[in-house]
């Protein structure tokens, strides 16, 4: 198994050591090192104390920082144990989905904000702040954008779609995700953009277009470009952090208002011998270096591949966030942590990407701060001893 498969956002679901089976020779005694490189990961002597019992939301604040998470409209209508976990841990919410294109634009004229403003009342209502996600990306397109929208209109399309979306809840945003996932060097172009919708139909210049239209429709919200695969020492994530900074010069040198970058942090346990804190926090330097500020937007920690022993996967679960946070937040321009998803009974790893419903996987997975019955676990300690151990940061205001 190569280095870059671990590193695959939309693949990562179809990773594991069973997909070896009957290569052959050779790939068994790989299957068979790479195994032993997944068990040398446990260290059983670690120990994740953690000192009181206050929330997430209260660590990280205490240290100027911010602490929250993605979720869905259903369970935070309807499963009351989730709700009270959410409301004791998270001071932000993002939606998981409700304000993706497909959820909000039934057609090319309509838009549909039922459950995109639930979430937004539910925020506001427990005093949280609340963040957009996102504004162009390249999947979760509605079918009628293949159909309908063309050269011709596409500027007024998104023009029209960031204006709706962005002036409704202008005012009431933290940040936007403005653009998703815009670069993918394997595409083969020398500005390591990915070949997109957005860029065959309005050229490299639609992410200037995107944020510049955002910081009209709402001048307040933090401004922000989202990227994963940015995390490991392997080929890939080099290739892509310069592909990252590359784009964010070329975006901060004709004065785009964009104000910082979103790390998604989409982790994998069986591969955090490939994290390189040093190489990380060097990156980490180079986007605070062009006067932007960092959030870790989506993390979790795939656990698929781990130990089917829970202490032990537990254990090499919450060393990956331990190490992982650690060294992100020893540069003072991460303000902000939001995990993808709280509990482990909404996890988008334990769902087939095409059709969102749950995988048959051999075990359940257990890749957030809390378990499927809301109970804290040893992630939570990482993540709670991480910000024990941040740097103070100046109070972070919306």
């Known amino acids: 198994m190569t280095k870059k498969i671990l590193l695959n956002r939309r693949q990562i679901l179809q990773l594991g050591l069973g997909s070896l089976a009957g290569i052959g020779t050779l790939a068994l ?7 032993k490189q997944i068990s040398s990961l446990d260290n059983p002597n670690r120990k994740f104390t953690v000192i009181g019992t206050a929330s997430l939301k209260e660590r990280a604040a205490d240290k100027g920082l911010f602490y929250g998470s993605a979720a869905r409209n259903n369970p935070l209508s309807s ?4 709700i009270a976990n959410f409301i004791q841990e998270c001071g932000i919410l993002v939606p998981e989905w409700d304000q993706k294109w497909t959820s909000l634009r039934p057609n090319i004229s309509t838009f549909d904000f039922t459950y995109a403003d639930r979430l937004a009342k539910f925020a506001k ?6 963040r957009g996600h996102t504004l162009v990306w390249h999947q979760n397109l509605p ?14 399309i998104l023009q029209q779609h960031i204006n709706t979306v962005v002036g409704r809840y202008a005012g009431k945003i933290h940040s936007w995700d403005v653009v998703n996932e815009a670069i993918n060097v394997k595409d083969g172009r020398s500005d390591g953009l990915r070949q997109t919708p957005w860029l065959q139909l309005m050229g490299p210049d639609y992410l200037d277009f995107a944020f510049r239209a955002a910081a009209a429709a709402d001048p307040k919200a933090l401004l ?4 994963y695969g940015l995390d490991y020492d392997s080929r890939d994530d080099k290739a892509k952090r310069s592909a990252v900074l590359k784009l964010l010069e070329g975006l901060k040198s004709k004065g785009t208002p964009i104000h910082a970058l979103g790390i998604q942090g989409h982790l994998n346990g069986a591969g955090n011998f490939l994290f390189n804190p040093r190489k990380f926090r060097s990156f980490l330097r180079d986007v605070a270096s062009l006067g932007l500020k960092i959030i870790i937007t989506e993390l979790d ?5 781990l130990p089917k022993n829970i202490s032990k996967r537990d254990r090499i679960v919450a060393a990956a966030y331990e190490d992982y946070l650690s060294a992100a937040l020893q540069e003072k321009a991460v303000i902000g942590v939001l995990t993808w998803g709280l509990s482990d009974r909404y996890t988008w790893l334990a769902e087939d990407n095409s059709s969102g419903e749950r995988l048959s996987l051999p075990f359940s997975l257990r890749p ?21 151990q941040a740097p103070m940061r100046l109070p972070h205001s919306s």
Not at 29 to 35: E, I, L, N, T, V
Not at 79 to 82: G, N
Not at 125 to 130: A, I, N
């Open 29 to 35: 005694g790989r299957a068979k090192s790479w195994s």
């Open 79 to 82: 499963d009351q144990t989730f």
């Open 125 to 130: 209502s427990h005093d949280m702040l609340l």
């Open 143 to 156: 079918a009628w954008f293949q159909e309908e929208v063309n050269g011709s209109n596409v500027e007024q």
């Open 224 to 227: 922000v470009y989202n990227e």
């Open 301 to 305: 920690v795939l656990d698929k591949d």
């Open 368 to 388: 957030l701060p809390l378990d499927v019955n809301g109970n804290r676990k040893l992630v939570w300690n990482a993540i709670a001893r991480a910000f024990d």
